[in-house]
């Protein structure tokens, strides 16, 4: 077995430590010795995508927000669950050291993911970027953190309070779906989910697709209103 290799560092935005490690064939991710994310374990994840883009499998130019690039792993699900030329994939990505590791180190975990022309990643906050948008996104997936009990910092607790529901409300689509991954579950944060008006469920799935599969993550699935179809005489009207 090969010993821990330690490929790279950098600083976050907020001034935290980000370590990138090797092992044997996996990688993983600390900040202050807790282990943020590892390639050994992504299940959850990578259901987030699935989950917040199977209704739109059948829309022609589906455009959905991803925040946080973290190992690749929620983004490449979404372009395996949206394969429509006519896709849109944004990444909100806070530190570009991350977007520099999946360049280089980690390239090789999704080949070519990076170059597909319909994946756009933004080093800017997640939040500027739905503040931008109005009614713009079919699908908006927030895999920030740790979660509603976020631990870096106030720009990601900001996500989580009403305020940042109704940011990323304004920037979806009519029918559109906020997806967010957390480690625990809050019944606090499904509350305010529904008091801003969505259609919220919950749903707990194993954090990796092997090994301790009693290990449970949490998804909401928030919808908004109702889907339209962009053939329908609705959102042709609407176009007009």
């Not at 600083?11 to 064939?25: I, K, M, R």
């Not at 202050?32 to 987030?48: V, Y």
């Not at 130019?61 to 372009?79: C, D, K, R």
């Not at 739905?130 to 607790?157: C, K, Q, R």
């Amino acid at each position: 077995m090969k010993p821990y290799k330690k490929l790279a560092e950098t600083l976050t935005p907020e001034g935290e430590t980000l370590e990138l490690f090797q092992h044997d064939d996996s990688y993983f991710i600390s900040s202050n010795g807790q282990r943020l994310m590892t390639s050994l374990a992504h299940g959850s994840e990578e259901e987030l995508a699935r989950m917040a883009c199977q209704p739109f499998r059948v829309a022609k130019q589906p455009v959905v927000l991803i925040g946080g690039l973290g190992m690749g792993f929620t983004l490449a699900a979404a372009v395996e669950s949206l394969p429509q030329k006519g896709a849109t994939f944004i990444v909100a990505e806070l530190t570009d050291a991350i977007l520099e590791w999946n360049e280089t180190y980690m390239k090789d975990v999704h080949p070519g993911l990076l170059g597909d022309h319909r994946v756009v990643v933004k080093i800017k906050p997640v939040q500027k970027i739905m503040a931008e948008a109005n009614e713009l996104y079919s699908a908006i997936m927030l895999d920030v953190d740790n979660g509603p009990s976020a631990f870096h910092g106030e720009d990601n607790d900001s996500l989580y309070t009403l305020e940042g529901i109704q940011l990323a409300m304004s920037a979806l689509k009519e029918g559109g779906i906020l997806a967010v991954w957390s480690a625990y579950s809050d019944p606090k944060y499904t509350k305010l989910l529904r008091k801003a008006g969505l259609d919220v469920s919950v749903v707990e799935v194993p954090a990796a697709h092997k090994g301790r599969k009693n290990r449970l993550h949490t998804i909401w699935l928030a919808k908004k209103g109702h889907y339209v179809s962009q053939n329908s005489a609705e959102s042709r009207k609407k176009r007009r």
